[in-house]
């Protein structure tokens, strides 16, 4: 809703309103618009299963993703890649097919999905995509990564772990990319990646460590 200024109509002389507070307005009103946006959102993922029901749900994806792109016109000219990136972020939806698929088919291994992570620290150029088996098991993938603008990142798959209670097994790096911020706040992320698919996480109340 954009703000508008109301002046009174007085005869002769027009007062000019004041720069600051008009500044002040409209940051407000983008805040509030950011604010009703992100609930949107959240209120559209929240019965989705991590992505699993959109997967089948055409319309109901369409949906999420508009609403994404709402939020992220909002936030489009924000610093997305400072030190507030650097978080444990736990998955809420994602397009993501072979995070979904792990998620999904996990039952076949004799386990169940926990949380689904992100961890990000910019200052030591590192990331995390992280897999949760409860209650010992995990499957990580180490990158390193460099911010190349103010939303986007990029990154470069170094190296693999599936590590159970007693055991570990190394797989090969695989692969690099990027991904755009194109919201943060000081709850949740939305990123979209180099093939297109979408990620929302919130920030988790606990950080992860190898």
């Not at 990000?120 to 993938?141: W, Y």
């Not at 603008?149 to 772990?161: D, G, H, M």
């Amino acid at each position: 809703m954009a703000a508008s200024l109301l002046l009174p109509a007085i005869p002769y002389k027009l007062q000019k309103p004041n720069q600051s507070q008009t500044h002040k307005i409209t940051c407000s009103s983008v805040t509030t618009q950011s604010q009703f946006a992100k609930q949107e959102l959240l209120n559209l993922i929240s019965d989705q299963d991590r992505g699993l029901k959109t997967q089948t749900n055409p319309t109901k994806r369409a949906a999420i993703v508009k609403a994404i792109d709402d939020l992220a016109a909002l936030g489009n000219d924000t610093v997305t890649t400072g030190a507030s990136l650097s978080a444990t972020w736990r998955l809420l939806w994602t397009t993501e097919k072979e995070q979904l698929f792990i998620i999904e088919k996990s039952y076949l291994f004799g386990t169940q999905t926990g949380d689904v992570l992100q961890v990000i620290d910019v200052d030591r150029k590192l990331l995390n995509n992280v897999i949760t088996f409860p209650p010992d098991g995990v499957f990580f993938v180490r990158s390193d990564l460099e911010i190349a603008s103010k939303q986007r990142v990029n990154f470069r798959f170094t190296s693999a772990v599936l590590r159970g209670k007693n055991w570990e097994f190394p797989l090969p790096p695989f692969g690099q990319g990027w991904f755009e911020n194109v919201y943060l706040d000081d709850e949740i992320r939305v990123a979209k990646d180099i093939r297109g698919d979408y990620l929302v996480v919130d920030r988790a109340p606990y950080a992860w460590k190898e």
